[in-house]
């Protein structure tokens, strides 16, 4: 990518590890944070953030892990605080040459040119993930505080506000409509959501979206692409592969071709 991504969000935690290059740059809630051999970068779910490219700069190979915290929950149920908008205690962290020895052995392992059995990559994946999680969370102390998931324990009119969009996605005045839903005006809305969640319903309608578009192109659905993006309240595919582009850096028919092209050499399911 050679210009910065917007500010978005992701329903899972996301570590981000450098493989090869330029040291790079990610902003992560307005605060810019370093992404070298020696550091790695920790976002939360939901937290908002962005690749922060520089002009000028050479490329870098990120490998990029977004967590599925039910997934991280079959391997320990309490990791399913994983899903906390305060579960990484800070953004940038200094990698000890044990995690960094971890994180190259998974990356060896993912860029070689042979089949490697999907185990031997699940078992240095959950190696990598579960040092890091030992070393850079708050799980132990979200446990015993006995915190609620994700926003489980928002305010009910910024609940009812999230289940509503959800629902209608494809609803071109969505924000407003949200906000009449729970019976507040837009700036009440609009400052209640972003104190409970710390994000803007702008960024969390984004991240909406953009989880269904991923999932639809992932699933192999039947349709268009202009049909998806009427489904997401797009009044045309243009505007629909522009969005996409900037907050992935590429367009939905790119990203579409790699996961069939991934299909098709790794058996990928």
């Not at 690749?51 to 990120?62: C, S, V």
């Not at 042979?114 to 890091?132: E, N, Q, S």
């Not at 400052?191 to 960024?203: E, R, S, V, Y």
Request: neutral net charge; charged residues 25%; proline residues 5%.
């Amino acid at each position: 990518m050679n210009k910065p991504l917007v500010m978005h969000a992701h329903s899972e935690c996301h570590m981000l590890i450098k493989v090869s290059g330029e040291d790079t740059f990610f902003n992560v809630r307005d605060h810019q944070v370093p992404l070298t051999d020696r550091t790695a970068v920790l976002i939360n779910a939901w937290e908002p953030h962005y690749y922060d490219y520089q002009p000028g700069a050479g490329p870098t190979l990120i490998l990029a892990l977004y967590i599925e915290p039910q997934w991280l929950a079959t391997a320990q149920q309490s990791l399913l605080l994983s899903a906390r908008p305060d579960f990484f205690r800070q953004p940038c962290i200094d990698l000890s040459p044990r995690n960094r020895r971890l994180a190259d052995r998974l990356i060896a392992e993912m860029c070689s040119f042979g089949l490697v059995p999907k185990d031997k990559i699940m078992f240095l994946l959950l190696d990598l993930l579960i040092a890091l999680i030992e070393d850079f969370s708050e799980w132990r102390h979200l446990m015993k505080l006995g915190a609620a998931v994700g926003y489980e324990g928002a305010d009910a009119r910024v609940r009812r506000a999230i289940e509503y969009m959800l629902r209608h996605l494809d609803d071109k005045d969505l924000i407003e409509n949200a906000a009449r839903a729970c019976g507040l005006s837009r700036a009440h809305f609009f400052a209640l959501f972003k104190h409970q969640t710390g994000m803007t319903p702008n960024i969390f309608l984004n991240t909406a979206r953009m989880s269904k578009a991923l999932n639809w192109l992932a699933d192999k659905r039947g349709g268009t692409l202009g049909e998806l993006s009427e489904e997401l309240g797009f009044s045309e595919q243009g505007h629909f592969t522009r969005f996409f582009q900037r907050h992935i850096g590429a367009p939905p028919s790119q990203y579409q071709r790699v996961l069939d092209s991934y299909r098709q050499d790794k058996d990928f399911d």
